[in-house]
């Protein structure tokens, strides 16, 4: 183990603030509630692969380092210091096979980049490998109105299930990691969704799936759906 650090140089950590912190990966030993810091977390990614589809994409959160979102016109102006998730520690004989699910999981504009990763329980920093969907990437939306945004999300689905779930399942797993751990963005878009969950009589993403004329999975084996579900 590093002087300065909670994980020794050989074993593989994860950082998750996403969906990666309700549907965890497989075959990890631990996993330690917590944040990193220097970056704001918003729904500027779109999904092409798992909340949508290439002809509608959904939305699904990326980070953005903090030093460039300060440069954007952004309307939720407030990015807490700290982004709250969770590392997980993969078991060492599974980190080849983990990785490679990652990298498909997260296919859809995210890249590498790693951060250290501070646990709630105040022990030592650990250096974690996160998926990030940077500012260059394809799938990069940038700022968006927050109820349009809202809409959007409602009203689209894709392989793994609605949009709206990601973003509500996302609110609820924030809230139970630590009494500091909520997101004000995720929040007001979740109260956004949930707004228009009682005054609409449609099923959001379900119009979208109708109008598509698909289902909401099409996937044709368990390991399939495993690698693909997000
Ligand atoms: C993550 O959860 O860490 C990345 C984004 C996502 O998969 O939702």
Redesign the pocket.
């Known amino acids: 183990m590093s002087a300065d650090s909670g994980a020794s140089e050989s074993e593989f950590w994860l950082?998750?603030?996403?969906?990666?912190?309700w549907k965890p990966p497989p075959h990890f030993d631990r996993r330690i509630p917590g944040f990193v810091t220097g970056y704001v977390r918003r729904f500027w990614q779109n999904s092409q692969d798992h909340r949508g589809t290439p002809e509608a994409p959904g939305r699904?959160?990326?980070l953005i380092e903090r030093s460039f979102w300060q440069t954007l016109e952004d309307p939720h102006p407030s990015g807490s210091e700290k982004v709250w998730?969770v590392a997980y520690r993969i078991e060492a004989s599974k980190v080849t096979e983990v990785r490679e699910y990652l990298d498909i999981?997260?296919i859809n504009g995210?890249t590498i980049h790693y951060t250290p990763f501070h646990p709630s329980d105040g022990s030592p920093t650990i250096q974690t490998l996160?998926?990030i969907g940077t500012p260059d990437n394809d799938q990069f939306m940038g700022p968006q109105d927050p109820q349009k945004l809202a809409e959007h999300i409602y009203s689209s689905i894709g392989p793994s299930g609605l949009n709206k779930d990601y973003l509500l399942h996302l609110d609820v797993a924030l809230e139970s990691l630590s009494a500091e751990s909520g997101d004000e963005h995720i929040k007001d878009l979740a109260e956004r969704v949930r707004k228009l969950e009682r005054t609409s009589n449609i099923d959001g993403g379900q119009v979208t799936a109708q109008a598509l004329g698909r289902e909401t999975k099409k996937v044709s084996s368990t390991d399939e759906q495993e690698e693909m579900e997000?």
């Open positions: 950082f998750g603030y996403g969906s990666l912190i699904v959160v990326t998730g999981r997260e995210y996160v998926y997000k």
